[in-house]
């Protein structure tokens, strides 16, 4: 490929997620990511149509949007996923239809037994937090998605 966007991903991620783990020491940042929210959303739509890896960023995104309120990052992290879900799966039976494949429904399944005990750790865990372990994880991913290019 001419360009690698999985990498470039990656960095964003890694950048982003130190810039708000650190959020005091950039401030600017913070108030040029509220005048733009239009264009991110914008942004986070085109990651996810190009890579399928949009889902960190608008994770990321939400616990930003929603003041630190897990409860209502969590809306926006659900209501992001079920749109970009159902768009993208919509093209899929569109355009391809006789290509799928149900024989890994099972992770189904294993997302609906996980959901319960999350539950107990999403409700034990405060605001500030839920939002750190978030950018954490981001971080993480990031990462990790640089070293399989190693």
């Known amino acids: 490929y001419f360009f690698d966007f999985k990498f470039l991903v990656a960095i964003l991620l890694i950048l982003s997620s130190i810039l708000i ?22 942004a986070i739509g085109c990651v996810h149509g190009l890579t399928n890896m949009g889902g960190s960023f608008l994770a990321i995104y939400s616990t930003l949007v929603s003041h630190g309120i897990k409860e209502v990052a969590r809306y926006y992290i659900s209501y992001g996923y079920l749109i970009m879900g159902t768009i993208q799966y919509i093209l899929v039976l569109s355009l391809s239809f006789e290509f799928l494949n149900f024989s890994k429904i099972y992770y189904v399944l294993l997302a609906i037994l996980i959901y319960f005990p999350l539950q107990k750790i999403f409700k034990n865990l405060d605001d500030k937090k839920f939002s750190r372990y978030i950018n954490l994880i981001a971080l993480f991913y990031g990462f990790v998605i640089i070293i399989s290019y190693l």
């Open 21 to 42: 783990l650190n959020k005091k020491k950039f401030s600017s940042f913070r108030r040029i990511f509220f005048k733009s929210k239009k264009l991110i959303l914008i």
